[in-house]
């Protein structure tokens, strides 16, 4: 029979949950507020504001004026370096690779070996066709001499044939000497026929025979793989003991001369005329050189809406004939492949020029101190543009003319 509790009971649980929420309640009312993280902030936000009001210039400071000046202007425009010339190196025979007698970075001459392929098989086959050759020539020979005896045999039946002939017409031989004579003249054409024909069949083997010897003389060739250019060894892909496949680039050549390869834009086109002169940089070897027009496709890239422009030094280096073998490209000249700006030159244009010392700088922020007549100083925000030598241009904050305080403090 089940077990009934009384009705008070069922609420006993809950009147104690409201009590203890209750207590719990009056607990944090009376406890103290602790301070919050946004008031700091909020506090030192306000100081910072204070600060950046001003105050009065300390005597004995140095100022400076901002100028307004028109200043010759320019655009970028990027690219890279790339050698005039760029051939790759590949095999023309599957063979393995015996010796690479150069290494990357490496000026080479035109026509010096740069590896060794493995040649034994080609010897081997290029000597058994010249041995084949030589017995055909011999079993050619011994053809001819065949030929030589039927054609005599065939001859020599030719006449009997006919003069039998001629006497059985007249009466004075037999039939059965006839038939004999024609019999023996038709064997005799046939085998001078099939000498002639064994030696058509010799002569054409030994023709594709010629043919292949040929082609394993230039395989031959093609085991020691020279330079064809006179360059630099850009890039090599291959050890001694690779077996290497027609067609595989072994080794990148680069001629010595680069030029730079740049993307101009396709409002600057009629800048870019041959020999027309221009200021490049790279930035990996913080130089600057002259360079000249040398080449401009004529065709736009439709997606970047640029010309491809290509220059070359103004003054290009003599070139060294007696460099030795081992020399390398020095560290300090441009390599293919870095990164280069080109500048194109526009109109002057009116800009506002600061000693780069006005500018103080506060976490993200670019300020500067305007001192006043009164020997007050206010902070104003800057945006700045390109730095020129010593100085830096403002593109909005100031309009020239503004007496700045050099390394200004905030507060002091």
Do not use: C
Not at 34 to 45: C, D, F, H, I, L
Not at 294 to 310: G, N
Request: hydrophobic share 40%; net charge negative; no cysteine.
């Amino acid at each position: 029979m089940p077990r009934i509790f009384p009705r008070p009971l069922l609420f006993l649980p809950l009147i104690v949950l409201i009590l203890l929420l209750s207590g719990a309640w009056l607990l944090l009312k009376d406890a103290p507020p602790e301070p919050s993280s946004p008031g700091v902030r909020s506090g030192a936000q306000s100081d910072f504001r204070n600060s950046l009001q001003g105050g009065v210039l300390p005597p004995g400071t140095e100022t400076t004026v901002a100028l307004r000046a028109a200043v010759p202007a320019w655009i970028e425009a990027v690219g890279e370096i790339r050698p005039r010339v760029e051939i790759a190196v590949s095999a023309q025979v599957q063979a393995e690779v015996r010796r690479v007698l150069v290494r990357p970075g490496q000026r080479i001459r035109r026509g010096e070996t740069l590896l060794e392929l493995d040649d034994r098989e080609l010897q081997s086959r290029l000597a058994q066709g010249r041995h084949d050759l030589e017995a055909l020539g011999s079993a050619l020979k011994r053809a001819h001499q065949g030929q030589e005896k039927a054609q005599a045999g065939f001859d020599l039946a030719q006449s009997d044939f006919a003069r039998i002939e001629a006497l059985h017409a007249q009466g004075a031989s037999a039939a059965q000497e006839l038939d004999h004579a024609r019999a023996a003249f038709l064997a005799a054409r046939a085998e001078s026929g099939q000498a002639g024909q064994s030696i058509q069949e010799l002569e054409a083997q030994q023709s594709r025979l010629e043919q292949r010897i040929q082609e394993l003389t230039v395989a031959l060739g093609h085991t020691s793989i020279t330079a064809s250019e006179e360059g630099i060894i850009a890039r090599r892909s291959v050890e001694p003991g690779d077996v290497v496949q027609p067609g595989r680039t072994l080794l990148l050549l680069h001629s010595p001369d680069s030029r730079l390869e740049v993307q101009v834009p396709e409002r600057f086109h009629q800048m870019m005329t041959v020999g027309t002169g221009f200021t490049a940089r790279v930035d990996a070897l913080d130089r600057e050189f002259p360079v000249v027009v040398d080449e401009v496709e004529p065709l736009a890239a439709t997606d970047s809406r640029t010309f491809l422009v290509k220059l070359v030094p103004a003054s290009p280096p003599p070139a060294d004939a007696a460099l030795p073998r081992t020399t390398d490209i020095p560290d300090t000249n441009p390599r293919p492949g870095m990164f280069v700006r080109l500048h194109i030159p526009m109109p002057a244009q009116p800009m506002v020029l600061v000693d780069s010392r006005a500018v103080l700088r506060i976490g993200q922020l670019e300020l500067a101190a305007v001192v006043h007549d009164d020997s007050t100083y206010t902070l104003r925000h800057l945006r700045l543009g390109r730095v020129h030598d010593d100085q830096v241009e403002v593109l909005s904050g100031l309009d020239g003319g503004e007496r700045l305080w050099l390394h200004p403090a905030p507060g002091s």
